[in-house]
């Protein structure tokens, strides 16, 4: 069955995507369902961190992978050349988008203050409590997967920042990169349509804009590079880095901190704009590199 529907239109390939992350979503909640029900919990933030973490993998894999490689295989006469798997770039690439990276993340951290300070008009203000409270349970849930002892830490490493940036990756910046680009002509505006899909598929209104900017940042990377493994190594040193961070007693990347002093605010502001300067220095020198 290899390739079977490749000859067929963009929006048919799209359905095939859809209905097997749908199936794969309805498998990832009927194990949900059975652990709760193995446990006695009916709240799975009271889960062992270990039990937690399993649960987002085995979730990862089903919801994004699954229907990504399914697609793939029957979309395309070349499925690792449809997910961009093939190409390799030098090492020197590599070190180019580590450090992108990494200037890159005060700047998030920047937007994401700013975006919990958003405030609905009064009309919506239930609609805004509502996303403020699931944007406090999803917060509460990173906490509790990763409470657990040192001895997790690379387990969670492992699910949360290698397993993740596969399986989103390969599902936003492969396979949906990929049939939309079949659509829509302009590079830009493909990039950030499925970017703010990217976002918008975490359920998370106050974490929405770095999201969107970290996704964009992705989808350049793999418009650039044409190699799936650059945004996926992007991805991994953004979630380590979180990780680490919140192991370490820090906050969670997706904890509402619009009570931020005005001191971290002055500091990520300039810390903003020399990363920005140097990731645009970073970015030339790797576009240089790409062209040879």
């Not at 999803?138 to 040192?150: F, T």
């Not at 829509?184 to 929405?208: D, E, K, T």
Request: glycine content about 8%; proline content about 4%; overall charge positive.
């Amino acid at each position: 069955m290899k390739g079977i529907f490749a000859d067929r239109g963009a929006g048919f390939q799209a359905g095939v995507l859809l209905i097997t992350m749908m199936v794969g979503y309805l498998l990832a909640s009927l194990f949900y369902a059975s652990i709760l029900l193995m446990t006695g919990e009916n709240d799975k933030t009271h889960l062992p961190p270990g039990i937690l973490l399993g649960m987002q993998f085995v979730g990862s894999v089903t919801a994004f992978l699954i229907p990504t490689l399914v697609t793939a295989f029957l979309c395309s006469d070349d499925p690792r050349r449809f997910l961009h798997m093939k190409s390799l770039p030098n090492i020197r690439i590599w070190f180019l988008v580590g450090g992108m990276t990494m200037l890159l993340m005060p700047v998030v951290s920047l937007i994401s203050i700013l975006n919990a300070q958003m405030e609905l008009p009064d009309a919506l203000a239930s609609l805004e409590s509502r996303m403020r409270e699931t944007q406090q349970a999803a917060d509460a849930l990173v906490r509790q997967m990763l409470s657990g002892s040192g001895t997790l830490l690379p387990f969670s490493l492992l699910v949360m920042a290698v397993g993740a940036s596969i399986t989103e990756e390969f599902f936003f910046r492969g396979t949906l990169f990929s049939l939309l680009r079949k659509k829509i002509r302009n590079p830009h505006v493909l990039i950030w349509i499925v970017a703010a899909l990217f976002s918008a598929l975490h359920f998370q209104f106050y974490g929405f804009l770095p999201r969107m900017l970290l996704g964009a940042f992705l989808g350049y990377l793999i418009y650039w590079c044409r190699s799936i493994w650059m945004p996926v190594f992007a991805h991994f040193i953004n979630n380590a880095c979180a990780i680490i961070g919140i192991s370490a007693g820090g906050k969670s990347e997706n904890a509402i901190t619009a009570d931020a002093s005005s001191e971290r605010l002055r500091m990520l502001a300039v810390g903003s704009i020399v990363g920005l300067a140097l990731f645009v220095v970073l970015t030339m020198r790797m576009k240089r590199l790409l062209r040879k």
